[in-house]
């Protein structure tokens, strides 16, 4: 199917709004994003995951390094600690992509 600017079409959440920590995790390496939908970080720093993308994509992960949200590939992520255990499959809904202005 056309996605769109969507990464995939469903995702995994720790709650219905995907608003709350799924877990937290600590960067292994310093990852720029190709594009604003990426969120940017240094090796060391926090990185709190909100939800985990589901189908082609899910080697993308969203998520909040400070005040900054957007995506990052998985794989740069060491988990430290989950806040939930549970999760819910969901639609990845198009008022809740990032977009780029």
């Not at 992520?77 to 255990?85: A, F, G, K, R």
């Given at each position: 199917?056309?996605?769109?600017r969507?990464?995939?079409?469903?995702k995994?959440?720790a709650?219905?709004?995907?608003?709350?920590?799924?877990?937290?995790?600590?960067a292994?390496?310093?990852?720029?994003?190709?594009?604003?939908?990426?969120?940017n970080?240094?090796?060391?720093?926090?990185?709190?995951?909100y939800?985990?993308?589901k189908?082609?994509?899910?080697?993308?992960?969203?998520?909040s390094?400070?005040s900054?949200?957007?995506?990052f590939?998985?794989?740069?992520?060491?988990?430290?600690?989950?806040?939930s255990?549970e999760?819910?499959?969901?639609?990845?809904?198009?008022?809740l992509?990032?977009?780029?202005?």
């Amino acid at each position: 199917p056309d996605l769109g600017r969507r990464f995939a079409e469903r995702k995994r959440c720790a709650d219905l709004e995907c608003s709350m920590l799924m877990c937290r995790g600590k960067a292994m390496r310093d990852f720029k994003g190709p594009d604003c939908r990426f969120v940017n970080f240094k090796k060391g720093e926090a990185v709190y995951v909100y939800y985990k993308l589901k189908g082609e994509s899910t080697e993308l992960w969203a998520g909040s390094v400070g005040s900054d949200f957007g995506y990052f590939p998985k794989d740069l992520l060491e988990i430290n600690h989950n806040y939930s255990n549970e999760e819910l499959e969901l639609p990845t809904d198009v008022s809740l992509v990032l977009f780029c202005f």
